[in-house]
Structures are given as structure tokens and as C-alpha cells.
């Protein structure tokens, strides 16, 4: 990666870090059903997912959408949040908000 891209890199998520937020599963339920909901498993950083993605990173999601480890939200998925109005970190990248389940502390 070259300096001017890790450059970028770095300021997208310092600033990305800064718009993360705890959000409810109802509070996004539009966004599912626009279908402009992205999963990020627990264990790959969010901010860091987000980063790439505002910088179109696709060979860094290439390997992490293969293994099931960021995706669009599934049916079942947002059906299993809903019941239980699932606690989410959430960041916006523009259309997209990408989403990771809170873990237990």
C-alpha cells in the first residue's frame, strides 16, 4: 500500500472512529429494508471495515465476504435482531451503514 494511501487510510478512520455509535436494531430496520445494511462479524474491526470501504478497498473484502465475514444483513439475521432488539455498533458509509453485534463485556 502506498504512503499516500495509508495516509488516507488513517484519516478515514480517525474520523470514522468518531462517528461510531450503540444503536438498536429498531432504529435501523429502514436501512434493511433498503437494503443498506452491512454485517460485520464480530472479531474484524468495524472501523477498520468502514475505512476500506470508504477507500473501495476491494481486494481487503474480497477474502472477508467469501468467508461469510461481512455481508448484506440476512433475512434471519435481521429476524433474530428484531426479537430481541438487538444492541449494534453502527458507521455510516455513505449509502451504506455497516453494523456489528455489541459483544458482552
Same mark, same amino acid.
Given at each position: 500500500?502506498?504512503?499516500?494511501?495509508?495516509?488516507?487510510? +488513517?484519516?478515514?478512520?480517525?474520523?470514522?472512529?468518531?462517528?461510531?455509535? $450503540?444503536?438498536?436494531?429498531?432504529?435501523?430496520? $429502514?436501512?434493511?429494508? %433498503?437494503?443498506?445494511?452491512?454485517?460485520?462479524?464480530p472479531?474484524?474491526?468495524?472501523? +477498520?471495515?468502514?475505512?476500506?470501504?470508504?477507500?473501495d478497498? /476491494? %481486494?481487503?473484502?474480497?477474502?472477508?465476504?467469501?468467508?461469510?465475514?461481512?455481508?448484506?444483513?440476512?433475512?434471519?439475521?435481521? $429476524?433474530?435482531?428484531? %426479537?430481541?432488539?438487538?444492541?449494534?455498533?453502527?458507521?455510516? /458509509? $455513505?449509502?451504506?451503514?455497516?453494523?456489528?453485534? +455489541?459483544?458482552?463485556?
Amino acid at each position: 500500500m502506498s504512503d499516500d494511501l495509508q495516509a488516507l487510510l +488513517e484519516q478515514d478512520k480517525a474520523h470514522l472512529n468518531g462517528e461510531t455509535a $450503540r444503536i438498536h436494531w429498531h432504529e435501523l430496520e $429502514r436501512f434493511f429494508a %433498503a437494503g443498506k445494511l452491512i454485517h460485520v462479524a464480530p472479531g474484524v474491526d468495524l472501523v +477498520e471495515a468502514a475505512a476500506r470501504m470508504a477507500q473501495d478497498d /476491494v %481486494a481487503w473484502f474480497a477474502p472477508l465476504k467469501e468467508s461469510g465475514q461481512v455481508g448484506f444483513v440476512r433475512d434471519e439475521q435481521a $429476524r433474530a435482531w428484531q %426479537a430481541v432488539d438487538q444492541p449494534l455498533w453502527a458507521v455510516v /458509509v $455513505r449509502p451504506w451503514v455497516l453494523v456489528q453485534p +455489541e459483544q458482552n463485556a
